[in-house]
């Protein structure tokens, strides 16, 4: 619309010029045809107007050379001519062309105006029309838009159903490893338990020897001291039996000796009342020797006592019998080869026994011997800790069980 309004102004326009030059022409004309028809005859035609002044003259001009006198002439002109009647026209002419010249060019100049303003309003319509196209295609698009929107709606929900699931598992992960964690730590502190068990246990063994060794090595000594007790009392007992000799010799009989209550027996010297040392001399007779034989004399164990029993009866209905003491190492050394060639062997310890003496006495009237191990199979008895350890590695002790 705005594009044939510009273009109708442009014609009107360019028309406008065209008339105003075709105006120009036609006065230039009349002006030089003005010049030279003054002196002309009258019978020549007057120049033509634009506007057809041409014919009204010719009329008023017939009309008075008709109605009037014969006329005279001024200078060539008749009197009855109104020369300045063409003056006035043209000024008058001149005067509606500038007119007309000036609202052309001013109708020029707004229509240069409106040309802008149509072209920028034709620029903002075609961005409006742009935006528009581009607002309709992207309202074509919105249904689009919320396919696209609900389905990622639904992916966030499930997104966020994941993340739910997600974290329940990683706080079960969580549970988990401190789950391992505390399984670590209770196997590391167990671990380290055994290793302290273990080592208390090495102490208490090391320990054990320790007080094994010293107690054998008390032993030894104690009966290192009961030996040189016996040798110094064996010399007083030899100078006296030399002395009863002589006496018995000269008299034919022995003094009876009076002993006093009140003096110290020779029996609470000894450290083992109930199995003393044997006596080197077998062959000399305590009765003849008065107090000292009767102190020297070893007791009889009473063999018909319960313990005396409960030892037969345990040595004969079990193959392996074991008689110990839980602190003595030679006893473990006597319970290492059974274990080693899996044998049940009836252990009794002694240390824990109320009768712990009473059979230990009696073990020593059978063996003849007071000290653990005493170690018994099929009713007989083999031997202590070290007797037995040298017969498992000489391959002796295998030979009861084949």
């Not at 193959?319 to 110990?324: D, E, T």
């Amino acid at each position: 619309m705005f594009g044939n309004l510009k273009k109708k102004l442009s014609s009107a326009i360019q028309e406008g010029l065209v008339i105003s030059e075709s105006l120009q022409q036609q006065y230039r004309q009349r002006v030089s045809s003005g010049n030279s028809g003054s002196s002309q005859a009258s019978g020549l035609t007057t120049p033509t107007s634009p506007l057809g002044l041409n014919e009204s003259l010719s009329s008023s001009r017939s009309s008075n050379l008709s109605l009037s006198a014969p006329f005279q002439l001024t200078d060539g002109v008749p009197s009855h001519l109104n020369v300045a009647a063409g003056c006035s026209l043209l000024a008058k002419y001149e005067d509606d062309w500038q007119q007309i010249h000036g609202a052309n060019e001013e109708n020029a100049d707004k229509a240069a105006e409106i040309a802008t303003q149509i072209s920028g309003v034709q620029q903002k319509a075609s961005n409006q029309r742009r935006i528009v196209s581009e607002l309709n295609s992207s309202l074509l698009g919105i249904p689009t838009l919320v396919v696209q929107l609900q389905a990622s709606l639904k992916i966030l929900q499930s997104l966020e159903q994941m993340g739910q699931e997600l974290e329940v598992e990683l706080e079960k992960l969580e549970d988990l490893c401190e789950e391992c964690e505390l399984q670590e730590f209770i196997l590391e502190q167990q671990f380290q338990l055994s290793r302290h068990k273990q080592r208390k246990l090495n102490e208490l063994e090391q320990y054990r020897q320790q007080v094994a060794s010293k107690h054998q090595s008390k032993i030894q000594d104690q009966e290192q001291k009961l030996l040189k007790l016996q040798r110094e009392r064996q010399a007083v007992f030899d100078d006296a039996f030399r002395g009863d000799m002589e006496e018995y010799k000269q008299h034919g009989q022995l003094t009876k000796i009076q002993t006093n209550s009140n003096s110290l027996h020779l029996s609470q010297l000894l450290l083992y009342p109930a199995s003393p040392p044997k006596f080197p001399y077998p062959f000399l007779d305590f009765e003849l020797m008065g107090a000292v034989g009767s102190a020297l004399k070893s007791p009889i164990v009473d063999m018909s006592t319960k313990q005396a029993k409960f030892v037969e009866n345990t040595i004969t209905s079990n193959k392996v019998v074991i008689f110990s003491k839980s602190y003595c190492p030679y006893c473990t050394m006597a319970k290492e080869p059974f274990r080693k060639l899996n044998v049940e062997a009836h252990i009794i310890e002694l240390d824990g026994n109320p009768d712990g003496n009473e059979i230990q006495a009696v073990l020593g009237e059978i063996t003849g011997a007071r000290t653990v191990p005493r170690v018994f199979i099929d009713g007989k008895f083999v031997g202590g800790g070290t007797d037995i350890k040298r017969m498992f590695e000489t391959g002796a002790l295998q030979k009861y069980f084949q």
